[in-house]
């Protein structure tokens, strides 16, 4: 009988996570301040995140050690199981052998929790009592509610107000998890408030949740903020996933050519693809690795790198980055975790050394592919996780015209259960492509009065 | 660092699953045909299933080859995992060991494609074409259209019309696997017409929705029926669900002095406890093995063991069962997976003659017990699994009291992810709680006219 499913046992769990920039010869740019132009130094994130996480942001050391007790939690649902994707191979007819890495097994749905779990725990480490955060689609929320319960912190998630609204359930789900969810803009805030004062029906975004979240927590020694995604430390909290799927691929006696995942700002990306692209970088492999990324927010395809805030608003400091421009707005698609304007410091310094590839894909191509893939496979994917999927298709079937046996590897990184609206907005024809055009994009730039990079 | 979760491969998944009734002394009583009163033989279910699963509903057989192609598909999702519930002990500050297996990880999201993969193969084997169920909460209906979009058979489901109008998420679930499903009572069927005929507003019931998806099939040679529940060789299907913890126990050099699991119409209780049942009957082990029903619809508890229809309208043999009365309407609570008015066949002889025990749980003090659980363990549970765990809960408490240390394990059948509306509504102190009176249960009982058993 044929093996489905590779799995690891909890003794085979990585101890240590991977640092790629230690591997790179060219080494990201530094985080600029804004008032001077000058490189901040990691005290700048002091009054931001706990100590160990700064260093973890900055550290040059290519091996990052795992603490027990984070060992310990991810267990409950890691190693996550690696799949060869029979069925969808048969659907494609394709002489491709593709496999996935599901990270939907854990609690909150996604892969998320890898990074919530060790951010909760070194928060905890040091005191903190309440943790702020944003959320758009409400992964991230989760993650981090569910990670907070585990450690006695108090959690506070400013969700994104059309989100809020039209996803009740991951709100419950943070409650569930004892998390308190405001919908964003609130009048706690003074962000909130001056947004409510021009718009008292404002929708909200992820740039407005952001700045109530980092308000809270700078004007609360107890209370610290958290990110899902973009920085240094998440990406690295992330290679847990790739880690454990060299170890499968190995298991299943097979490497890939090939590895895609879906690109927010670049954590679910970094995960899978890092621990191959070290054997890109060290043991001379050419394994493509692959970013797919929504058509209506192409920040990797369209974009320009340049030093951009990591907000909306602009309260981050500059960072060197392939983005859109802090302002571009992404079309409402419901893949809500990629709706953001730039991808991470890392990430863009591999696209920019041609390291890494990137590919776009229209909200209406995910939906088909994700309900291929759940006809096909079984399980439902979230929106984010159909562009990697759309991806793999294609990869599958350039495959098949060649006539060469592609291994592919892909991230399907959260299930859909908490989507199904999504779903049958699709069915009922009700989604439209967003694509963005030209002007678009060059009028997000144009506004902007940030550093260039030569 | 302590172990969570024991797994096991693909390759030591059971090869066979275990038909309890041959390990009995006394045997089931048989079904009667409601005409005759005469037993009825295997013949009768001809128009309504493929000859092999009428072969598995009567063989005396201990052990069940199961087919290759059953195990590779079980392999998308199987084996299972079986966890330690560290952290649910230590909130009860009990000295119990409490395990749970987790059948929330099958695509549909709980333990019913254990019998809905091998009756869609059976099916496809005999050359049917189409198969028509009925579903209540939607678990079984999922778990159906999952199966038969593998095996290429039409699936149609009748979905009561309340779940239907409140659960639309379970339905697009059923539409992405390309089920169709209907809105039941339908105007479809005559039985469906004849209800909307006296009540054109009917919110539908299960046995409703029974009687449509009974009449279609038998009105159609090349369409069958499946039920989810019940009967013996759904039963039979589940026990590689028990069949993988007993080794998954061994595993972890544990065995239960306690198995617990919810209880509809016993095939999610039979999955866990018939292999642990079996170290009882013929190896003189002592473990006891706990059903755990709803308060509001009490067969086990408070039914009386005597024949009855295992349908609400009367179109099923005679089943010698625990039966609260066909007639007998659960309230609406929201696990509408244990609304059922009997328990199946063995269940029942096995309770008659004190094999087993059952407890009965009250809606609240099951959100109650399902919120703990997913506050400590992460996995938000199905509203049908949080009635196994009021009852760990319980025997966790007496184990505190007495100081002994008892070894409880449990099915946790589900997750609830599509049931997070009633999680709100409990959170918003919208759900009472529903004990039957004992003038109910005499007012139903009074009613039957079908055999009594001395």
């Not at 909760?120 to 981090?144: C, D, F, H, P």
């Not at 004062?197 to 004007?219: C, F, K, Q, V, Y």
């Not at 098949?400 to 892909?410: A, Q, R």
Request: aromatic share 8%; charged share 20%.
């Amino acid at each position: 009988m044929k093996t489905r499913k590779f799995v690891l046992s909890e003794k085979e769990m990585p101890e240590h996570w991977y640092n790629i920039t230690a591997s790179m010869t060219n080494k990201p740019l530094p985080p600029l301040h804004p008032g001077t132009l000058q490189p901040i130094g990691p005290e700048a994130l002091a009054p931001l995140f706990p100590m160990e996480l700064i260093k973890q942001e900055v550290t040059s050391e290519k091996w990052v050690e795992i603490p027990d007790e984070v060992r310990d939690l991810y267990a409950i649902w890691r190693p996550t199981p690696l799949y060869r994707a029979y069925e969808l191979e048969k659907v494609l007819d394709t002489p491709a052998k593709i496999y996935y890495k599901y990270e939907g097994v854990s609690p909150a749905g996604s892969h998320k929790p890898n990074t919530a779990i060790p951010q909760a725990y070194y928060n905890k480490q040091e005191g903190v009592k309440r943790i702020t955060t944003e959320t758009g689609a409400g992964q991230w929320g989760s993650a981090l509610s569910f990670a907070c319960q585990h450690f006695g912190i108090e959690c506070e998630v400013y969700m994104v107000k059309v989100s809020y609204d039209s996803k009740p359930y991951r709100k419950l789900m943070m409650n569930t998890w004892g998390a308190k969810v405001h919908s964003s803009p609130t009048n706690h805030t003074q962000a909130g408030r001056s947004i409510l004062d021009m718009d008292p029906n404002s929708p909200g975004s992820l740039g407005i949740a952001i700045s109530e979240a980092i308000e809270r927590a700078a004007s609360d020694e107890h209370t610290k903020y958290a990110l899902g995604s973009v920085l240094n430390h998440v990406l690295l909290h992330q290679t847990i996933v790739g880690q454990e799927a060299v170890k499968q691929m190995e298991m299943a006696g097979d490497m890939p050519d090939i590895v895609v995942a879906p690109f927010g700002g670049g954590s679910n990306f970094a995960g899978i693809s890092f621990p191959f692209l070290r054997l890109n970088l060290e043991e001379g492999k050419h394994i493509r690795c692959i970013a797919a990324e929504p058509a209506s927010c192409p920040k990797l395809t369209r974009g320009v790198f340049r030093y951009d805030f990591g907000d909306t608003v602009g309260m981050t400091p500059l960072l060197p980055m392939y983005t859109l421009g802090h302002n571009f707005v992404p079309a409402p698609i419901h893949a809500g975790g990629l709706r953001y304007h730039g991808a991470g410091v890392i990430v863009s310094q591999l696209l920019k050394d041609k390291l890494i590839e990137a590919r776009s894909h229209d909200q209406l191509e995910c939906f088909q592919a994700g309900v291929l893939f759940a006809k096909a496979e079984g399980i439902i994917p979230a929106p984010e996780a159909s562009h990697a999927i759309a991806t793999v298709i294609q990869e599958a079937i350039a495959a098949k015209i060649s006539g060469e046996s592609k291994t592919i590897l892909f991230n399907l990184c959260g299930h859909g259960h908490f989507d199904m609206q999504s779903y049958e907005d699709y069915f009922a024809n009700k989604l439209v492509k967003h694509e963005v055009t030209a002007e678009d994009i060059a009028d997000s730039l144009s506004k902007l009065t940030t550093p260039e990079i030569a």
